[in-house]
């Protein structure tokens, strides 16, 4: 019991790390992936209760499409480095179990890390802006012919993670206005300075 509910914790930890590591870099991302896998398997092995996830609907669904790529990969294209993408897909279905576990023990846990992934957002928008405005972010990282790379450098998704993100987020920014009495000001600001900060970027797909 002592050593699943450690296991839990990190678990837990790992997952609240899951925003930050986005913005840290592929190579902090996939270490904190790896951990999770980790931390899950220390975490089924010493408590039972926790393999009754892997009984939802949504899982056999997965691990049936996850299948049939696999098979259509061996049909297809059977090159190995295709194949081992292919079969690495499990560790998505891994990672929404972990966040399945996690959020399920405890409403708390899925408003806490939406909470951190709120403040990572704000960052990078007032990175990005800063790049826009003064030609480099806070960083150091300069834009590169009208679009902005924010603190991912060399990488044009910033304004993809803005819009993605930012759908997320928005019932955490209207959970900290609620009580505001200009709560329907705020929220028209907040979705007009999303809008712009995806245009501004300069990644026509962000922006449809």
């Given at each position: 019991m002592y050593n699943s509910l450690i296991a839990?914790?990190?678990?837990r930890y790992l997952i609240f790390m899951i925003p930050i590591s986005?913005?840290?870099g592929s190579v902090i991302l996939n270490i904190n992936l790896i951990?999770?896998?980790?931390?899950?398997?220390?975490?089924i092995i010493f408590n039972k209760d926790s393999r009754v996830f892997f009984k939802s609907d949504w899982v056999y669904v997965g691990l049936i499409i996850y299948f049939f790529q696999i098979v259509s990969t061996l049909v297809n294209e059977f090159y190995l480095d295709s194949l081992i993408r292919s079969m690495s897909f499990i560790k998505f279905i891994i990672l929404a179990v972990c966040?399945?576990?996690?959020?399920?023990?405890?409403k708390k846990n899925l408003e806490n890390f939406l909470k951190i992934l709120f403040v990572v957002l704000v960052f990078i928008l007032i990175d990005s802006s800063i790049q826009y405005y003064f030609g480099k972010n806070l960083l150091?990282?300069?834009?590169?012919?009208?679009r902005l790379t924010s603190i991912f450098n060399n990488e044009y998704i910033?304004?993809?993670?803005i819009s993605k993100v930012g759908f997320l987020v928005?019932?955490?920014f209207l959970k900290i206005f609620?009580?505001?009495?200009?709560?329907n000001f705020a929220l028209m600001i907040w979705l007009i300075y999303l809008s712009y900060s995806v245009l501004i970027t300069g990644e026509r797909m962000a922006s449809i």
């Open positions: 839990f914790k990190i678990l986005l913005v840290l951990l999770i896998l980790l931390s899950f398997s220390f975490l966040l399945d576990i996690v959020f399920c023990e405890n150091g990282y300069p834009g590169d012919d009208g910033v304004g993809s993670f928005t019932p955490i609620i009580k505001q009495k200009y709560l």
